[in-house]
């Protein structure tokens, strides 16, 4: 089991940017797969970007170009870097580790983009 802890959202103008980060607990955050999902109000959580342990990482169509998911395993961390933000990305984005046919969570963190 791995906990873990978002931080990094708040309110920004459309055009703007915002970095999120989530710290993980466990020493063994390198074998963990981990992506950024977003769930927006009367929507489904939907994966936002990707990264898999030897670094590979894969977006969603809507923000290719925009955002950049990046690990640190030295600091247990991983960050989503958001540019060009638009309303659509107004959402709860939660941090996801996956190991094997674990999923642990985070509890989220609120981005709301303006127009």
């Known amino acids: 089991q791995v906990q873990l802890v978002e931080s990094g959202g708040g309110l920004v103008e459309a055009g703007g940017s915002l970095s999120l980060s989530c710290a993980a607990s466990?020493?063994?955050?390198?074998?963990?797969?981990m992506g950024w999902y977003r769930q927006a109000p009367g929507k489904q959580r939907e994966l936002v970007a990707d990264?898999?342990?030897?670094?590979?990482?894969s977006y969603a169509d809507s923000v290719k170009g925009r955002f950049t998911i990046s690990r640190d395993n030295a600091k247990n961390t991983v960050d989503l870097q958001m540019n060009s933000l638009e309303p659509e990305d107004t959402a709860v984005y939660y941090c996801?580790?996956?190991?094997?046919?674990?999923?642990?969570w985070g509890q989220g963190t609120q981005v709301t983009v303006s127009s």
């Open positions: 990264i898999t342990i030897g670094g590979s990482t």
């Open positions: 996801m580790a996956k190991r094997g046919f674990s999923n642990n």
């Open positions: 466990s020493r063994i955050f390198s074998t963990y797969r």
